[in-house]
């Protein structure tokens, strides 16, 4: 099973308390969907 970002957002923010950064890597070279999922993260973390 592929892990969804929402599913993944409340880890990440787990991670941010403990650590001083965090880095996402995602395989999305396809079209603009590095831009699409960037965005997205940004709003799941409340980044935005």
């Known amino acids: 099973m592929v892990p969804v970002p929402g599913q993944m957002a409340e880890q990440v ?8 950064e965090v880095h996402l890597l995602t395989n999305n070279d396809f079209g603009d969907y590095a831009i699409r ?12």
């Open 13 to 20: 923010r787990q991670l941010a308390q403990e650590a001083d």
């Open 37 to 48: 999922n960037a965005r997205q993260w940004a709003e799941l973390l409340d980044l935005s």
